[in-house]
């Protein structure tokens, strides 16, 4: 009988290589133009201003500036990026006022206003 068992080949030992995706730069940092802000597969982020989309669903930047992310729907994201000094790129995203319930005043009773 043998005491060490036979080296058979194994199936396994096969792998491909990562495909690197997300979000490449993120909010608030200044880019020059041409580069990649997000690699995805279909649109999860969707271009904004001065942002393109490339055939394998990549976003770059057109110009030079900040970028920002935006909610423009309720479940859509896009990015955008602005010149250095356009307020738009500081501003704080908007928010829709949220309707406020306006109470009555209690009457005044008739007696105490004869009175």
Do not use: F
């Not at 009988?1 to 997300?22: E, I, V």
């Not at 020059?32 to 669903?57: E, M």
């Not at 995203?93 to 109470?103: E, F, L, M, N, S």
């Amino acid at each position: 009988m043998a005491h060490k068992k036979g080296q058979g080949s194994t199936r396994n030992g096969r792998d491909s290589n990562s495909q690197r995706r997300g979000v490449k730069v993120y909010g608030g940092q200044n880019i020059p133009a041409g580069s990649i802000l997000v690699r995805q597969v279909g649109t999860v982020v969707h271009p904004g201003k001065n942002v393109k989309l490339g055939r394998d669903y990549t976003l770059y930047a057109t110009i030079s500036g900040i970028v920002k992310y935006e909610r423009y729907s309720k479940d859509r994201k896009r990015v955008s990026v602005y010149p250095e000094g356009d307020p738009a790129a500081t501003a704080a995203p908007a928010t829709r006022a949220k309707a406020v319930k306006q109470v009555k005043a209690p009457k005044a009773k008739a007696a105490e206003a004869k009175s």
